[in-house]
């Protein structure tokens, strides 16, 4: 009799069981959204970021939540991401945010500022230093929620089709170059151009261009610069750490159930950790190929990065007495950048100068 009871009960809870998940999973709304990219299929890293979120969300939410990717002119051209999210025409977007520094220049501080943090530096300046809050106030203004999605490290000072010897062979350069560093070569006689990853290579080709800068060794390497202009300069100062975020029309995010916020920020921030571990292993062996297949690797001339630094923060200068935004943001980012600057030197640039000098000396 009790093998009965117990048989009865134990089936009873079984049938619960198999009825309580499927119940659960349709409580969650079917959602489907449009992300539009800066970036062409081809960046299977900085694109590839936004599939890896797209695949996250989809396996968190049993499917209910997916987000189609479309790469950059499949709905709108490369650097008119930011204004599809702001009006709608997306739900979300993938740009580097410097690309609209003409709409206003405190933009550059969410990708990068030319001689600014590094990548780690940056992180901790979103992440606990107070940077996240300072730019969502920024792309608030925009009808747009923010969210570190990817960042590429350090890049590379790009391809150059004559040798840099002094700041006198910056004048007339035309270059397609991102963000803020424009207007710092600017004063120097450099004629910045702002181009979309995809087009860069036929206007090097062309000559429309006389250099451009990208990324770094794997994507300039799909990218096909080195067949075009064979002079590689490093560092990229204008960008020590080059942060890629997700962008959210804020009506659309509002909508979602905390659930899918919450799961989204959690991919983005996946993401973001993602990306730079994906860069930092496979720019190594592409930087090798491209010098074994004739690339000339340069440092650009010492002389020529002082005056660039005093140029960029006499920019900043410049901009903080006439735009109230960018004062806000400069004079936290600032004290925060000296402060990394005096623990960096002492740990991570005191362990990296003696195994770096060592690892050379092998070989």
Known sequence: MKRRAF???????????????????????????????????????????????????????????????????????????????????????????????????????DTAMPFGLNTRQHMAWMMHGGGLELMREQFKEYNILNIPAGNTGAQMGGWFRKEIKSTDDLKGLKMRIGGLAGQVLTPLGLVPQQLGGGDIYPALERGTIDAAEFVGPYDDEKLGFHKVAKNYYYPGWWEGSAQIPLLFNMQAWDQLPASYRTVLEMACWEANTWMLAKYDTLNASALKRLVGGGAVLRMFPREMMQACEKAAYDLYDQIATTNPRFKKVYEAWKPFLEEERLWFRVAENGFDSFVYSQSAQRR
């Open 7 to 109: 048989l009865t009960t134990a089936g009873v809870g079984l049938a619960a069981g198999t009825v309580a998940a499927p119940a659960i999973a349709q409580s969650q709304p079917e959602i489907k959204w449009r992300l539009a990219s800066s970036y062409p299929k081809s960046l299977d890293t900085i694109y590839g970021a936004v599939e890896f979120i797209a695949k996250r969300v989809a396996a968190a939410t049993d499917n209910k939540f997916q987000i189609r990717t479309f790469a950059a002119g499949e709905i709108v051209p490369a650097l008119q991401v930011l204004d599809a999210v702001q009006n709608g025409t997306v739900e979300c977007g993938q740009s580097a945010a410097y690309f609209y520094v003409g709409k206003d220049p405190t933009f550059a501080f």
